[in-house]
């Protein structure tokens, strides 16, 4: 199984973590022909102690919430009738706010998360949501205590927000290590997400996902589609597709 990682679908944007929604939309399209794409939410459950999941299947992750997901990937995934998961940074949720400081490549205009509406919306069209912390920090940064405290303010709020329990968590920029690991188990989730560029032993706590950046076609994905896990060993023909494929990089957020 592959787990796929984006971020914005957005046409006024110009960074890695935006993609144009005419290509995301040939994305979407390709893999329901190609792939079987399926639920995070229960592809999970079938996840074994090394982290890995069954095969031949895709699922589709979105993290951050950028407010953009409402107007342009609602409506690709209504068409094609697939899954799709988006992690949340539940601070955005609150009557306070959270400002988008954590990206690198900001566009000239303050980015806009989804407003509490915007994700019900998008729950009705059968979009799922789940957490990207509270507070979008980097969590190998913080004490145990620390974390575990960010980690679960995140679930609570959100599980009041969205009726139902939350159990996946997407790391910040995928950055964890054993404590992060031990923080998130102990905050009430059951499987965590990384975004690994280097080999990492995989667990259902360090689950790897593969980005997916602006400027990436059909032609990108048919290859990181069929990337196995970091980790594992590879042939020397993928590795020479995916050598040549990996040219977008620095997205990792
Ligand atoms: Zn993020």
Redesign the pocket.
């Known amino acids: 199984m592959t787990i796929l990682c984006y971020?914005a679908v957005q046409p006024d944007w110009e960074s890695p973590m935006a993609m144009e929604p005419q290509a995301f939309a040939e994305h979407a399209e390709w893999l329901v022909r190609r792939t079987t794409v399926v639920p995070l939410q229960s592809a999970v459950r079938t996840v074994g102690r090394d982290g890995r999941l069954p095969r031949g299947t895709t699922a589709l992750t979105f993290?951050?919430g950028f407010a953009g997901l409402h107007a342009h990937l609602t409506p690709v995934l209504s068409r094609l009738g697939i899954p799709a998961t988006v992690?949340l940074?539940a601070e955005t949720l609150t009557d306070a706010g959270r400002a988008v400081d954590?990206?690198d490549t900001p566009p000239p205009y303050p980015l806009a998360t989804l407003t509490l509406d915007q994700v019900r919306d998008m729950q009705a069209a059968g979009v799922h949501f789940e957490s990207?912390?509270y507070s979008?920090l980097d969590l190998t940064q913080l004490s145990f205590q620390e974390c575990v405290d960010d980690l679960t303010r995140s679930r609570e709020l959100l599980e009041s927000l969205l009726g139902h329990p939350v159990r996946l968590l997407?790391y910040?920029?995928?950055r964890h290590d054993a404590s992060v690991r031990a923080a998130a188990e102990r905050a009430g989730y059951s499987h965590a997400f990384t975004l690994p560029e280097t080999r990492e032993a995989p667990g259902p706590f360090a689950i790897p996902r593969v980005g997916i950046h602006r400027g990436n076609g059909v032609a990108h994905l048919r290859v990181k589609t069929a990337r196995p896990y970091l980790g594992v060993r590879t042939s020397r023909g993928y590795r020479a597709a995916q050598h040549a494929v990996w040219t977008v990089r620095g997205a990792r957020?």
């Open positions: 971020h993290d951050d992690f940074v954590w990206v990207h912390s979008h997407a910040p920029r995928g957020r």
